[in-house]
């Protein structure tokens, strides 16, 4: 599967912006989507994942509340809704997947998932 992000950009704090993550390819019908970011000197870190047709749903603690994970099946995406962006949520976006169903022991895990994108930059000023 190949995995296409974008919808990354420079945005006011306070403001939203939406990521998409194009998927083609075979994909696995029990799979799991997860958003990941990367900050300078930082390690990547999950953001957000969902367990494709299962409806679950899991957010890091930093985000819940603001940010949103969603799929239209329809057109093979996943997107990120981000909402009252802060400075610290600046970062390389990626998008990733995962060829099982994530819980929430493993969603987080960047070894979980075997497929990723090449990212998007998110700058919050």
């Known amino acids: 599967v190949q995995l296409v992000e974008s919808g990354g950009g420079s945005v006011q704090a306070g403001g939203s912006l939406r990521l998409s993550c194009a998927a083609s390819?075979?994909?696995?019908?029990?799979?799991?989507m997860g958003w990941f970011r990367q900050a300078p000197g930082k390690e990547r870190a999950g953001v957000a994942a969902m367990v494709t047709g299962a409806g679950i749903t899991f957010y890091a603690d930093s985000v819940k509340g603001r940010f949103t994970i969603s799929r239209d099946s329809a057109k093979n995406t996943v997107y990120l809704q981000m909402n009252s962006l802060k400075p610290e949520d600046t970062a390389m976006y990626y998008c990733a997947e995962a060829r099982r169903y994530c819980y929430s022991g493993s969603w987080w895990n960047p070894l979980t998932y075997s497929s990723w994108g090449r990212g998007t930059q998110v700058t919050v000023s």
């Open positions: 390819g075979y994909t696995y019908s029990r799979n799991s």
